[in-house]
């Protein structure tokens, strides 16, 4: 039904930027939400972004002021612009999309960030 694909991670020094990209293939009925989680070695799963069917923007706490969520719904993509890398962002990053029904949850299979310093 609904196929989610990230890229653009990688290794990047410390004050970089990289451009994650979520590529879909299939499209739900309506899309909720698209967000970005994260997840660290030895760490739980964190929301890091967040952009409602509106528009609206979240972040979580420790991002905010360096990355930046958006979407391009023409072309099926999502991306997040993420800025002044540091190395607590070290992550596998995973898209997420939900849709207007419960079962309409989709994730990719995630990319991986590396931030040296």
């Known amino acids: 039904q609904v196929q989610l694909v990230e890229s653009g991670g990688g290794l990047m020094q410390a004050g970089g930027s990289l451009r994650l990209s979520c590529a879909a293939s299939?499209?739900?009925?309506?899309?909720?939400?698209i967000g970005w989680y994260r997840q660290a070695p030895g760490k739980q799963r964190e929301l890091v972004a967040l952009i409602n069917s509106g528009g609206h923007t979240d972040y979580v706490e420790s991002v905010k002021g360096r990355f930046t969520i958006s979407r391009d719904n023409g072309k099926n993509t999502a991306h997040l612009q993420m800025n002044s890398l540091k190395s607590e962002d070290t992550a596998v990053y995973y898209c997420?999309?939900?849709?207007?029904?419960?079962?309409?949850?989709?994730w990719g299979q995630g990319t991986q960030v590396t931030v040296s310093s």
């Open positions: 997420n999309v939900r849709g207007l029904w419960p079962q309409d949850d989709y």
């Open positions: 299939g499209r739900p009925d309506s899309i909720r939400t």
